[in-house]
């Protein structure tokens, strides 16, 4: 007798129901509840002071770190007429206008815009992975200098970028202090970083440290003291951010935002900029030939 497609139908529900039964039989073997599920990666506080998990300590500082950077350029570039919204949220017009209501505006890594709370995460991780290794000795931790000098080079750009993006920030819970102590504070990491790098051997981080210094001393007004500092430095010296397509929060935001979303577009003082005649060699844009997504922006696209 030939079965009625209802039946199939009926079959497939049924065959669906009782698979779904085995697997939720199997699931539940394991603990006494669906609620009671231990979530893999999260670990106690003490775990930090176990010296195995000192390098997990430096890959949390630098994913946040990298995590947060996009984003600290994204807000603060939008506020300060470096970058223009060509997209159509409304809280992304908020940036654009600088209303009063981005005092409430912390963001989160990965957001497009709002930077002070994953720039204080990227520092905080920093500050407390160096603290925990500098607590271990060499025999405990492999490399350990190394991984002194990338916390303290990584921690040295938070409060670098901290001072250039306020005028004033409080540190874990402390008083308000200004962006010239800010900035001492970034001194006082890049030099602990150069410290360690030296004898480790990690040139990469050392002239990282470096450049780092160098800048914070020039925020300070420290001019000949950044010269000689950068003079130290290798020409054509690069040291890059990662990303990767593996996961959200590690991709390139800054490139998803303006070159596939078009939601961000570099600010018309910005366009084929030069300086004394030649074009300018620090401001590569790509000109997209059209309108961003609010169909009014046209589309320009850094290209570092």
Aim: proline content about 4%; some cysteine.
């Amino acid at each position: 007798m030939k079965r009625s497609t209802n039946d199939r139908k009926r079959n497939r529900m049924n065959r669906g129901v009782v698979a779904t039964a085995l697997a939720l039989a199997m699931g539940l073997g394991g603990c006494d509840s669906l609620l009671e599920v231990e979530a893999p990666g999260v670990i106690s506080s003490d775990a930090w002071d176990d010296p195995a998990n000192a390098s997990l300590l430096v890959v949390s500082a630098l994913g946040e770190f990298e995590c947060m950077l996009p984003v600290y350029i994204r807000s603060t570039g939008t506020i300060a007429h470096e970058l223009m919204v060509s997209g159509i949220i409304g809280v992304w017009q908020n940036w654009a206008a600088r209303w009063d209501i981005l005092r409430n505006d912390l963001g989160y890594c990965g957001n497009d815009v709002g930077f002070y709370s994953p720039l204080q995460t990227a520092r905080n991780l920093a500050d407390v992975g160096y603290q925990r290794i500098e607590g271990f000795s060499d025999a405990q931790v492999p490399d350990r200098a190394s991984k002194l000098a990338t916390l303290a080079a990584y921690g040295g750009y938070t409060y670098t970028l901290m001072g250039e993006g306020m005028c004033e920030s409080a540190i874990d819970g402390g008083p308000l202090v200004t962006r010239e102590e800010i900035f001492a504070m970034a001194e006082e990491r890049f030099t602990l970083a150069i410290g360690h790098a030296q004898p480790a051997g990690n040139h990469a981080i050392l002239n990282m440290a470096r450049v780092g210094r160098a800048r914070a001393r020039l925020n300070l007004g420290k001019g000949a003291e950044a010269a000689a500092d950068a003079r130290l430095v290798p020409e054509g010296f690069v040291h890059n951010a990662t990303f990767s397509d593996v996961a959200a929060r590690r991709r390139n935001s800054m490139s998803v935002t303006t070159h596939e979303q078009l939601n961000w577009s570099v600010h018309f003082a910005y366009h084929n900029l030069e300086v004394d005649g030649v074009p300018d060699p620090r401001v590569q844009l790509l000109d997209h030939q059209r309108l961003g997504m609010d169909a009014m922006t046209p589309q320009w696209s850094p290209m570092k």
